[in-house]
Every structure is written in structure tokens, then in C-alpha cells.
């Protein structure tokens, strides 16, 4: 539950804990009082909670407590809660007014003065993934990501999935393309499962794209350089709607994946497959890494256990065995 300040506060302080609770039927089963030397020396501290709560009230004149109906207190502490919750919302009203100076302050440093109208250039890294960190925390309705360049590194996986599961529980709509490489990586893949569980939906484009990011359909980032070492923030609206049409062009030509299947180890076996393929076809171990987006240390893992499963002594029988194996006829 999040914590909502005074009025949470006062509910929990209002409540009495298990000791006091139970201290309370007691008194009720004994007729709904009791003296205060009868109140056991382990009961001290409960007794004062009901007397806090308002539970109990202490009859001076002969020393005893009395149950009060929890009607009544409820009622005290729901009114106390009701006007804290009033005045909270009060001061949630006033916010915009009272941090306006820091907001113009904030958007007069985020735009350089002598970048063109509706789009700013970014050339240090740091700087990009700042402004992207706080596009993203703007956003509230949509996110659009088309990322190429293979898997992801393992390391940045637990941070875009926790970033996802925030984003996507606060309703915003997720859609990334990636290139059909991310398929033979168990860590993208695992992410993939886990994030198109939470809702995100991802899909593998095989055609060439380009690196971009639209939040709510307001604000884009593409690369202002070959290498992506600069980006430029796109704010300018028939820009915006433009990446936005190209984005969707991809989507439409992009593969749907089960995520979850391959996640479950479906993904081993498709590499498998896509290595066995371009193998009975003929390419070098190279060639396939740089197809697959795999290094060569990799991919000649794959071989090895092909070449065990094939039997194969040495690549060239492995490739002949498989392309036997693909057309029916004998390896031999």
C-alpha cells in the first residue's frame, strides 16, 4: 500500500495491535471492565494502547476501566482521517503554484538556445541517456522503441525490466521491434518472456531499421550520427507524427514472437536450427556469427555439439550429414 503521509499515519496510530486487541475481548468476556489491579504486569502496555485508542476509559473514581463501544471510536477516527485527507488534497492543488519557479528554471536549461525550433542535439552519451531517463519518466501512455543492433547487454537487462514493470503498471503501453538475433540469446529472451507478461508486446524485424524512441507520441529520440555517439530530441509535431508513421510501417512488417515458449527452452533448439541451416548451406563459422549476430566463440559451441550430435569428425562431414539429413538422402 502506498503511503499517503498524515492520514496514514493517523489510521495506524488510531489502531490498537494484537495485544491490545486481545486485551479487549478479555475485558468484554469479563463483563467490560476491569479494575486497574487486576491488569497483569505483561498487559501494561496493551491497557495504555486502549486507553490511547480510546478503547478504554479510566473511571477515576474507583479505579477501573471501562469498554467503550468501537462504533464510536471509528467514527472519531474517520472524521480526523477525512479532514487530513482534505487538507492533503488541498496541498496537492497548491504544488504546480509553489514549484513553478524551479519548473521554468528546468525547461529554460533543457533547451540550448541555438538549436533549431523543436529538435536539440545531443553529443555525450551521459547526457542522452539522462534526457531519455527523463522522457521516460514523463511518459504516461505510450512508449515506441525500435532498437537495432542484436541483444542487449546482460548487464542493463534488470534495470529496463524493472523500468518496464513501472512503466507498465502505471498503464503505459509498451512496443519494441528488435532484430531477429535477440531470438538466440537466452538473457534478451528471458527478459523478452518476462516483460511480454507484464503486458509490453515485442516484435523481430528482419529488414534494416534505425535506432528511435517516441514517448506519448510527443517526443522522439533518433541518432544524429552514424555510430549513435550524438542523438537529437525531436519535439517538433509533424516530425513527431512522421517517425511515428515510419514506426508503425515496421511494425506492421515486423514477426510476432512467443517470447515465453523460448524462454522455456525453445531458444536453445532454434539456434540449433538457424546455425545447422546456414552450416548445410555452406557458410563459415564467421559468416554465421555475423548472420546470427553471435560471436565466433559462440557459434563454434554450436557446432561442437552439432558435430556430436551428427557424429561428424570434422566440418566438412558435418556439413555434408546435414545437408543429407535436409534433402533425405545418405550422409555417407
Known amino acids: 500500500m502506498a503511503d499517503l503521509g498524515p492520514a496514514s499515519e493517523l489510521l495506524t496510530a488510531a489502531l490498537p495491535d494484537a495485544a491490545a486487541r486481545e486485551l479487549y475481548c478479555a475485558i468484554l468476556k469479563d463483563g467490560g471492565r476491569i479494575r486497574a489491579a487486576e491488569v497483569a504486569p505483561g498487559d501494561e502496555a496493551a491497557l495504555r494502547r486502549l486507553v490511547d485508542v480510546g478503547l478504554l476509559v479510566h473511571q477515576l473514581m474507583d479505579a477501573s476501566y471501562s469498554a467503550v463501544d468501537p462504533r464510536s471510536v471509528t467514527e472519531r477516527i474517520g472524521a480526523g482521517i477525512r479532514l487530513a485527507s482534505a487538507r492533503l488534497l488541498v496541498e496537492a492543488e497548491q504544488l504546480p503554484e509553489l514549484m513553478d519557479d524551479l519548473t521554468r528554471a528546468y525547461d529554460a536549461t533543457s533547451r540550448r538556445a541555438d538549436a533549431p525550433s523543436g529538435v536539440r542535439y545531443l553529443a555525450d552519451m551521459a547526457q542522452i541517456r539522462h534526457e531519455i531517463a527523463v522522457l521516460a519518466e514523463r511518459c504516461r501512455w505510450e512508449c515506441l522503441t525500435a532498437q537495432p543492433g542484436g ?39 528471458a527478459y523478452a518472456a518476462e516483460a511480454t507478461r507484464l503486458g509490453c508486446v515485442i516484435r523481430v524485424l528482419a529488414a ?71 552450416l548445410a548451406q555452406g557458410l563459415t563459422q564467421r559468416a554465421i556469427g555475423s548472420r546470427l549476430g553471435l560471436s565466433e566463440r559462440t557459434v563454434a559451441g554450436h557446432i561442437a555439439r552439432l558435430r556430436e550430435l551428427y557424429d561428424a569428425e570434422t566440418l566438412f562431414q558435418l556439413g555434408w550429414q546435414m545437408r543429407g539429413a535436409r534433402t533425405g538422402e545418405s550422409g555417407a
Open 151 to 189: 541483444s542487449r547487454p546482460a548487464e542493463v537487462l534488470p534495470a529496463a525490466l524493472e523500468a518496464a514493470r513501472r512503466y507498465l503498471g502505471q498503464g503505459t503501453a509498451m512496443r519494441m521491434i528488435y532484430e531477429p538475433a535477440v531470438r538466440l540469446d537466452p538473457a534478451n529472451v
Open 208 to 278: 534494416p531499421f534505425t535506432r528511435l524512441m517516441i514517448f506519448d507520441r510527443a517526443v522522439a529520440v533518433i541518432p544524429a550520427a552514424a555510430d549513435n555517439s550524438s542523438a537529437a530530441i525531436v519535439e517538433d509535431p509533424a516530425t513527431v507524427t512522421f517517425l511515428v508513421g515510419v514506426f508503425e510501417q515496421q511494425w506492421q512488417q515486423a514477426e510476432g514472437v512467443n517470447w515465453a515458449a523460448l524462454a522455456e527452452g525453445a531458444a536453445v533448439s532454434a539456434v540449433h536450427e538457424q546455425v545447422g541451416r546456414l
